[in-house]
């Protein structure tokens, strides 16, 4: 659990602090009790509870540093989980280490670097995970996509024939892809953030790119492992749309327990977040998910008044949207969570007493 210790009131804190303290912890005990209640337990043989959150602007200090508050907001919800893929992430890696400060000594993280150009807007790709139930299995690599291939007539050998590459435009925020054990399942994770914006082309060729790599990669004999989840934020609002079809025709399956909810905040809701998994006779079964309805919990619209002085814009300036203000506190994204099975003794037992 996150350290707390920092909340307890002293006497040289002034009235706003004590306040501030007092809120905190009245928020993190609903938290708390709403996490208990609807996310499963984690047990430390048996399941493997896994999320994806985009974090919005995890801290461009868009509008100002996050408060306190936030930070251990966000500590609860990722302590909530054993193993998350969090997009988002900024350049500057201040508000990640305050993040991994509060989380403790239990938790570690694997970051990319920054993809270079106005288009990789100073983001990374991380993973933050508690070592002690998750182990970092070695495999981490960016996903660079190779040069398109062509066989064609050499125009200065007649009769004979040429192979020619042409570079492939890359995912304007390259992907991570990481391995990962814990109990028996030893799997690769693929973290992605699809470009935004208006573009269904260009968000489609992305996707085409990344599911037909990603599954070509699993079915390679040595590959780190044959069992892959693709999850993070693909910008995709409509299941009709050909971005999402091409990703089921990939062989991408979304979980059952996610098919009718949704994960953005905003006044249009859809759900951009998705965790899709290639099933194989030995692959990961999903045995439930969900999502935390943030903004129904903390920074609620009945606190607009508690927190009116303190929205401010980079500048110091006073925010006038509230709605806008708190989604630079938590995020504009809620986490996307799927529980696992990690024990399959009994199976491979089973499997040995067939004979």
Not at 67 to 80: C, K, P
Not at 244 to 270: D, F, Q
Not at 273 to 288: A, L, N, Q, S, T
Not at 323 to 352: C, G
């Amino acid at each position: 659990m996150p350290y707390y210790h920092k909340l307890k009131a002293k006497e040289t804190d002034a009235t706003s602090v004590v306040s501030e303290k007092k809120r905190t912890i009245a928020n993190l005990q609903k938290l708390r009790k709403y996490l208990h209640a609807n996310v499963p337990k984690s047990h430390l043989d048996e399941n493997l509870i896994l999320a994806t959150w985009n974090i919005r602007e995890f801290d461009s200090g868009t509008y100002g540093t996050r408060l306190n508050e936030s930070f251990y907001y966000i500590a609860e919800i990722i302590a909530a989980f054993d193993l998350v893929a969090l997009q988002e992430v900024n350049k500057d890696l201040d508000a990640l280490e305050r993040l991994m400060w509060l989380l403790g000594d239990d938790w570690s993280y694997v970051i990319s670097d920054t993809t270079e150009g106005d288009r990789g807007n100073d983001e990374r790709i991380a993973y933050l995970y508690n070592n002690r139930k998750v182990h970092f299995g070695g495999l981490a690599g960016e996903l660079v996509l190779p040069n398109a291939k062509e066989v064609i007539d050499d125009p200065d050998n007649a009769g004979k024939k040429k192979t020619i590459y042409t570079p492939i435009s890359q995912i304007w925020r390259t992907p991570l892809i990481c391995g990962f054990k814990a109990g028996w399942a030893k799997f690769m994770l693929c973290n992605v953030h699809i470009q935004w914006g208006e573009s269904e082309l260009g968000r489609k060729k992305e996707i085409d790119h990344i599911a037909n790599f990603i599954k070509t990669r699993t079915e390679d004999e040595t590959a780190w492992a044959r069992k892959l989840i693709l999850l993070g934020d693909f910008n995709i609002a409509d299941v009709a749309s050909d971005s999402y079809k091409m990703l089921r025709e990939a062989e991408y399956e979304c979980p059952a327990a996610h098919k009718t909810i949704t994960t953005t905040v905003g006044k249009k809701k859809a759900q951009y977040d998705r965790i899709f998994v290639r099933e194989r006779k030995d692959g990961i079964k999903i045995e439930d998910g969900g999502t935390i309805p943030l903004f129904d919990l903390l920074f609620t619209d009945e606190e607009k008044d508690v927190y009116q002085g303190m929205m401010k814009t980079k500048a110091g300036k006073p925010a006038k949207k509230y709605n806008h203000w708190r989604t630079h506190q938590l995020s504009d994204h809620q986490p996307l969570w799927v529980a696992f099975k990690i024990d399959y003794a009994d199976e491979y037992l089973a499997n040995m007493n067939t004979d």
